[in-house]
């Protein structure tokens, strides 16, 4: 297993490009504010690949989730679509 050099995060609360460029998605933390629904991770923009789903509940608990390896590699840009009230901060390299 290699690591991720020069890595960053970001952070979004609403639907939109996260990440303007390529990188690997090595990890997330989400938040879903109260609100259940899907947080996608998209490569390209709004239509974009569907890279990565995760599920959310009413729960308002911190999700915090590594990804293995070097990750999953976006090769555009990193596009998130998040439910009302749910917020993201992704770690890439």
């Known amino acids: 297993m290699s690591t991720l050099t020069n890595v960053f995060a970001a952070h979004a609360?609403?639907?939109?490009?996260?990440?303007?460029?390529?990188?690997?998605?090595?990890?997330?933390?989400?938040?879903?504010?109260?609100?259940?629904?899907?947080?996608?991770?998209?490569?390209?923009?709004?239509?974009?690949?569907v890279l990565l789903t995760v599920n959310i509940t009413t729960n308002t608990a911190v999700i915090s989730t590594l990804l293995p390896g070097n990750g999953i590699r976006f090769t555009t840009d990193i596009y998130v679509t998040?439910?009302?009230?749910?917020?993201?901060?992704?770690?890439?390299g």
């Open 13 to 49: 609360d609403a639907t939109g490009e996260i990440y303007a460029g390529a990188a690997n998605l090595a990890g997330y933390q989400l938040a879903s504010g109260g609100t259940a629904g899907e947080i996608v991770f998209r490569d390209g923009g709004s239509g974009g690949t």
């Open 82 to 92: 998040l439910p009302a009230s749910a917020a993201v901060t992704i770690f890439c």
